[in-house]
């Protein structure tokens, strides 16, 4: 017995249809991709650059809160010279945590600048009972 007779001949495909099959094949992937940066990637990148530009915004009497959870008030953000000369903030910021106690801490290590808002109590009316 002829052992190629199990082989079933292969025969040439047309040329024509590739591309549409290898388009077909490989669109899902663009799709997975598509749904991966719209739904994560873009997010995340969009609250990095909200996260620098609030650094780069902190200024004397901003309160915020560290990585470690503690709030404070910033008091003093340094300036520094960079290589070419000119005056960039430091990336070192003091911050008073209590009544004259100061502590440095780093830029980086700020993850929320706390903004005051304004209370929506109406004034209580004298001589009435609450």
Known sequence: MNP???????YAQNAAGDWLAGAAQFAPLVLIFAVFYFLL????QQK????????SALKRGDKVVTGGGIIG?????PMVQ???GNQVPSTE????IA???????LRETITTVI??????DVKPVKGKAS
């Open 4 to 10: 190629f007779v199990l082989i079933p001949p292969a």
């Open 41 to 44: 990637i873009r997010p995340q």
């Open 48 to 55: 990095q650059r909200e996260m620098r530009l609030m650094l």
């Open 73 to 77: 008030t910033v008091q003093r953000v």
């Open 82 to 84: 960079d290589k070419d």
């Open 93 to 96: 910021i003091e911050v008073e």
């Open 99 to 105: 009544p004259n106690l100061k502590v440095t801490v």
């Open 115 to 120: 903004k005051p808002v304004a209370a929506n």
